[in-house]
């Protein structure tokens, strides 16, 4: 079993920047990938960025491409996200996943295992 806590959310004004953590507790020996989502009012959970085991590999929706950055400390069990140039359409409830394994995936049902979100809120 993984346990994810987030933090690092809260209200930012447009144009800001914001980083995310997510650490990981209890069988953290396994090699997994980690993936951060989120899930907009009335909308379908997205995909925003993932990155492997080693921090070696990474990907991001086209959606924060370009603004966003993923990092992990494996030594703390912990991945960051940041992200700037925020945009009203940012706002959310974003959420870390886990998954065992080694490769990248986008997909929400590739992760056994959530946090319980933090908000994101960005004022126009």
């Known amino acids: 079993q993984v346990q994810l806590v987030e933090s690092g959310g809260g209200l930012v004004q447009a144009g800001g920047s914001l980083t995310l953590s997510c650490t990981a507790s209890g069988r953290t020996t396994i090699g997994y990938t980690m993936g951060w989502f989120r899930q907009a009012a009335g909308k379908e959970r997205e995909f925003v960025a993932s990155i492997t085991w080693t921090g070696g590999s990474s990907d991001f929706a086209d959606s924060v491409k370009g603004r966003s950055a993923i990092s992990r400390d494996s030594g703390q069990n912990t991945v960051y996200l940041q992200m700037n140039s925020l945009e009203p359409e940012d706002t959310a409830v974003y959420y870390c996943?886990?998954?065992?394994?080694?490769?990248?995936?986008?997909?929400?049902?590739?992760?056994?295992?959530w946090g319980q979100g933090t908000q994101v809120t960005v004022s126009s």
């Open positions: 996943a886990a998954r065992i394994g080694y490769a990248l995936q986008r997909a929400s049902g590739a992760y056994g295992y």
